[in-house]
């Protein structure tokens, strides 16, 4: 199961610079996880400062 980035999101980048598999990029208006990418480790969800990222 991939992560999910919410519209929490405040668009840092601290994610995506922790993502061992480089599986986050920004999006439009806030950073995206390509699932297919994602290995579901969890160092992004560790890595938010507001915790926008979550287990879909």
Do not use: N
Not at 5 to 12: E, R, T
Not at 14 to 28: L, M, N, W, Y
Request: net charge negative; charged share 10%; with cysteine.
């Amino acid at each position: 199961m991939a992560y999910k980035i919410s519209d929490g999101c405040i668009s840092c980048g601290t994610c995506a610079g922790e993502c061992p598999v480089g599986a986050i990029a920004a999006g439009d208006s806030i950073y995206v996880i390509d699932a297919g990418a994602c290995i579901d480790c969890g160092t992004c969800a560790g890595a938010c400062p507001v915790g926008a990222i979550q287990p879909e």
